[in-house]
């Protein structure tokens, strides 16, 4: 992946980000998305729930195949 390096001002704005945002060129042409990288108290985040559960609850089977799921979303208007 190629790198470019920012001019500091901008280095602190997109430091602040919490959540991907459009980037803009000065006549509004798309140039991408960025996407500011897991920083803080997320960095680390770690699931709510240890292998020995997810074993549990993947042998009990259940839940709902994807078609039905649209199904549902249809009636919905989702």
């Known amino acids: 992946m190629t ?5 500091i001002g901008i280095e602190q704005q997109l430091s ?5 945002i459009e980037m803009r060129g000065a006549g509004g042409k798309l140039l991408g998305v960025f996407v500011p990288a897991l920083a803080g108290e997320y960095a680390n985040a770690q699931p709510d729930i240890d292998d020995e559960e997810l074993e549990r609850r993947f042998a009990e ?3 709902r195949t ?3 799921i ?9």
């Open 66 to 68: 994807l078609p039905e």
């Open 3 to 7: 790198q470019i390096s920012l001019p």
């Open 16 to 20: 602040a980000l919490d959540e991907a």
């Open 61 to 63: 089977g259940g839940g």
């Open 70 to 78: 649209w199904a549902d979303l249809r009636k919905t208007g989702q």
